[in-house]
């Protein structure tokens, strides 16, 4: 445990589910964890009683990516912990792969609906068909302009031209729009719809105020910072400044309110995490401006806010995560930016 999570408090402990099983952490409410093929090596999944006129069941919080190991743990979980029971609802809080990854076919397999925002449906149906702006080579050019010039790792990045269609096989077809302040019923509790941006187009939070339970997805994570990035459909983006603002919205929420988050372990603390959150962000805010006394691109940028060997797949959110602190800085009026003869952006002080 670092320093920072030594402030946070984990009520469960490092009692985690095994792929395939459920831990109840409150009446009606139950945490399932699933693999990923990624560094971050899991997602948590939340599973609430649910009802639909006389039929009893599950909503689904999170589907998992939609890879055979994930799908063998939803099969021991559909076996076993379900005890027979459907699922009512599945619920995304964005349309990241290992959020929506097997959406489709959960949806499919028990006749359930489909639940999101409108701008995670629109971005989930766009770039699992991957559309142009939405897929792999159309983020070429955009790394290209911002520094990446190394053709080794080029080529490695077009060959992910089908990375988010091979973890997201298929979304549903129709959804039901969840909106900020919108109030959903399930496990007994009321939940409030918090939507968040920065890190994806409108990201789902959900609050129970009964138990002060506060369903994160990735917005508020215990160990690692959420990624904010500036991508290539989305070019002039301002992605940090949203991300900061949107953290306001959970200020009204008790310290005491147990966090679920996407990653990582359940924990107490959601004020204290927000500060450490803020405190990263302005830090690494301060070393990029520091940096720009000579003009930079993204990719000069990048060793120093990730001082660690990075593949090919964490290279992409780096790039776009150095970028997303450099609009901040430039909309700020505290950067300038011009385009090189070379075709390279470069970012200085004003």
């Given at each position: 445990?670092?320093?920072?999570?030594?402030?946070?408090?984990?009520?469960?402990?490092?009692?985690?589910?095994?792929?395939?099983?459920?831990h109840e952490l409150a009446p009606g409410l139950?945490?399932?964890?699933?693999?990923?093929?990624?560094?971050?090596d899991h997602i948590n999944l939340w599973l609430l009683d649910d009802r639909a006129g006389d039929r009893a069941g599950y909503a689904l919080v999170d589907c998992g990516a939609g890879t055979d190991a994930t799908r063998a743990a939803w099969e021991q979980v559909i076996a076993g912990p379900m005890d027979g029971r459907p699922l009512l609802r599945v619920f995304a809080t964005h349309c990241h792969p290992d959020h929506v990854g097997l959406s489709g076919w959960l949806c499919e397999r028990f006749a359930a609906p489909f639940w999101t925002s409108a701008a995670e449906f629109g971005f989930a149906r766009m770039m699992a068909a991957a559309l142009p702006g939405v897929d792999g080579p159309s983020a070429i050019p955009h790394f290209q302009r911002h520094g990446l010039l190394d053709a080794g790792l080029l080529a490695q990045m077009q060959g992910r031209r089908n990375y988010y269609p091979s973890l997201v096989p298929a979304v549903p077809p129709s959804y039901t729009r969840l909106q900020d302040g919108q109030r959903v019923k399930m496990a007994g509790r009321e939940w409030r719809v918090i939507t968040g941006f920065g890190h994806s187009p409108e990201h789902v939070s959900l609050y129970a105020e009964e138990g002060r339970i506060l369903i994160s997805g990735?917005?508020?994570?215990?160990?690692?910072?959420?990624?904010?990035?500036?991508?290539?459909?989305?070019?002039?983006?301002d992605p940090l400044t949203q991300y900061?603002?949107?953290l306001?919205?959970?200020?009204?929420?008790?310290?005491?309110t147990l966090v679920l988050p996407s990653h990582g372990k359940p924990f107490r603390g959601l004020h204290v995490r927000i500060r450490q959150l803020r405190e990263h962000h302005a830090a690494r805010l301060d070393e990029v401006r520091a940096a720009c006394t000579e003009p930079r691109s993204a990719v000069d940028i990048v060793p120093l806010m990730f001082r660690r060997q990075l593949d090919a797949h964490q290279l992409g959110f780096a790039i776009g995560e150095a970028l997303a602190h450099l609009h901040a800085l430039w909309y700020a009026g505290i950067l300038t930016r011009v385009t090189g003869a070379d075709g390279v952006i470069r970012f200085g002080l004003a």
């Open positions: 445990m670092n320093l920072l999570e030594s402030q946070l408090s984990y009520p469960f402990g490092d009692d985690i589910p095994a792929p395939g099983t459920v139950r945490w399932l964890r699933m693999p990923l093929p990624f560094a971050l990735d917005m508020v994570l215990p160990r690692i910072s959420t990624n904010v990035s500036v991508f290539a459909v989305e070019p002039e983006g900061l603002a949107s306001d919205k959970f200020a009204d929420l008790p310290e005491d």
